[in-house]
């Protein structure tokens, strides 16, 4: 165990910072007042359990090793949650871009999905972390999804995992049918995307002012006092 714990500490490491430099993006947006390309993100250290079924899954031993990091892209693993398709490919560009992580592999699942309806844009990157005996590079993935298709597989993976992968005809169907129901979302909410984004800046102005005004009386509440 603690050589498990020892192999994965850079792992928790790249989790913690690429959250804190993924929703910095966010907030950048947020500051110019313009509509941001990610709603929300998560991450997570791939847990030992489930590496152990990936190591199974693919031939490999079940022990920290340089074979293990290169064969699981995804023991880091992060989240990019968007609005709409088109943002999509706004924050794989941004990624593209930057200077502290390297793309080295793009898997799009949205253009070609997979035959299970799973929708989603796959990066994988490379990812310098500091230890205390240097620099190491790691392997990471950033999966990027509407909310939709967060919504999708989050229910997917939920049921695979409790019919260990042997989906009920039904429950198939009914899956298939969400998938196509997620897609038509998608696209509808693209379609009237300029009417969307108009309603949520002009939201966000009135919370600012409401916030204001609610700051100011609060104020003068106490002067009067
Ligand atoms: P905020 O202010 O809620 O936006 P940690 O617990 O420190 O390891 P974190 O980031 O708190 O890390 O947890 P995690 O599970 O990685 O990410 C959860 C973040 O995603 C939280 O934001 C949730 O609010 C946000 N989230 C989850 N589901 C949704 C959703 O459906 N819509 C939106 N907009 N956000 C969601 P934060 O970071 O706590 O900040
Ligand atoms: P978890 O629990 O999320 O960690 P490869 O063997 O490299 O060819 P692999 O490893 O399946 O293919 O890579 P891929 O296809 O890029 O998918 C990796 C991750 O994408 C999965 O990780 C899931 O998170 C997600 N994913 C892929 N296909 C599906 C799907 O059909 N449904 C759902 N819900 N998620 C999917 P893990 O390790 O399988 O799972």
Known sequence: MPEWNQFLEPYKQVVDELKVKL???RSQY???DVHTPVEFVTGRVKPLAS???KTLEKGIPFEPSQELATELPDIAGLRIMCQFVDDIESVVKILRLRNDLKVIEERD???NKKASGYRSYHVIIEYPVQTIKGEISVLAEIQIR???MNFWASIEHSLNYKYE???PAEISLRLERAAEAAFRLDEEMSLIRDEIQDAQQYFSAFKQTATRRYGKNK???GRKK
């Open 23 to 25: 929703k910095g993006i």
């Open 30 to 32: 947020t500051l110019e």
């Open 51 to 53: 590496i152990y079924d």
């Open 109 to 111: 699942y949205i253009s």
């Open 146 to 148: 509407t909310l939709a």
């Open 165 to 167: 992968s042997e989906l």
């Open 219 to 221: 104020k003068e509440g």
